[in-house]
């Protein structure tokens, strides 16, 4: 070939060479990296273009359906919401039923304490009752025998059992009921303000040898003698030491002789009728207290206006006080 021929294929292969062309930048996202790999051909084009991102939706709810449009609700949405508001329904009617089975139970334990506490009424009044028909006739002879007045043994055994009932708990629990309403009985018997009670005075005619001797003496050996108590229990009884009521019954006995002292527990073998029955002595027990409590109440507001009115008036009588002004008297010669 000659050198012409050559030029000439030459210059007409550089004529149908392709020019290259730049490859189209991304708009939204940069180009992605090459793949590993072999290379690509000289010839091949550009790299591709990335996705187009597209924008987040909005977050549908648990339970609703991707097909259903936002904010329109689907069936499940309706059929929860459904189950909710039955589910509310069945809370609040458990709430109405256990408030209602507790009020149930409230007034089921009310009426039990209320009937408990009848019982126990029934029960105080039933042992009261037995009480006072076994001591009160016996107690009244022996404060007959203690003063030589009946009368007065009769106010003084019904006071006790006043006493009693109004400190009923107190008196059921203590060991010797009777001995409690004994020891009260004497006491009010031998207060020495009795003699100046007309009902309740013993004439001295009327006085035997037992009402003669001392009060101290008297109770001693009425106890020990005519019930036959011990020598420590008739000293505790009669609120003394135990040689101070030993000299006592010693006394009694030199001063009423054997056969006198021997005769007492025979005296008080003969007990009496109680004036008033046991319904009646609780009633007046009752009455008894309210009028006390009552009277207790009007000292004390009366207490109280009267240093109230001392307070607010005291200072004010010294605007009030009258001065009496000094006549001068003279005498002229």
Do not use: C
Not at 133 to 162: D, K, Y
Not at 292 to 300: K, P, R, Y
Request: hydrophobic share 40%; charged share 25%.
């Amino acid at each position: 070939m000659t050198r012409t021929h050559l030029t000439k294929t030459a210059g007409t292969a550089r004529k149908r060479r392709p020019h290259p062309q730049p490859a189209a930048t991304p708009r939204t996202a940069p180009s992605a990296p090459p793949p590993a790999g072999p290379e690509a051909p000289a010839g091949a084009a550009g790299p591709p273009r990335a996705p187009r991102a597209e924008a987040p939706q909005a977050a549908r709810p648990e339970g609703q359906d991707r097909s259903a449009p936002p904010g329109e609700p689907d069936d499940a949405a309706a059929d929860a919401a459904g189950t909710s508001g039955a589910t509310a329904k069945q809370v609040k009617a458990a709430a109405k039923a256990a408030a209602k089975e507790t009020k149930a139970a409230a007034k089921e334990a009310e009426a039990a304490a209320e009937e408990a506490e009848l019982r126990l009424a029934e029960a105080a009044e039933a042992a009261f009752d037995h009480l006072y028909a076994h001591a009160a006739p016996a107690l009244i002879r022996q404060v007959e025998v203690l003063t030589g007045n009946e009368e007065l043994g009769r106010h003084s055994v019904h006071r006790a059992f006043h006493r009693a009932w109004q400190r009923w708990p107190e008196v059921a629990a203590d060991p010797d009921p009777v001995g409690w309403l004994r020891s009260q009985a004497f006491e009010h018997a031998l207060a020495p303000w009795q003699q100046f009670v007309p009902w309740h005075r013993t004439g001295r005619r009327a006085r035997g040898d037992l009402q003669r001797l001392p009060r101290g003496a008297r109770h001693a050996v009425l106890l020990h003698e005519g019930l036959g108590l011990g020598l420590r229990h008739t000293a505790a009884e009669s609120m003394a030491s135990t040689p101070t009521t030993a000299a006592r019954i010693i006394r009694a006995r030199d001063a009423l002789g054997e056969e006198a002292v021997a005769g007492l527990a025979g005296l008080l073998n003969e007990p009496r009728v109680p004036e008033f029955p046991a319904e009646q002595v609780r009633e007046m027990s009752e009455e008894r207290l309210r009028h006390q409590t009552f009277g207790s109440v009007a000292a004390t507001v009366l207490l109280v206006l009267l240093t109230a009115g001392g307070l607010v008036f005291g200072p004010l009588s010294d605007h009030f006080s009258v001065s009496t002004p000094l006549i001068d008297i003279r005498f002229s010669p």
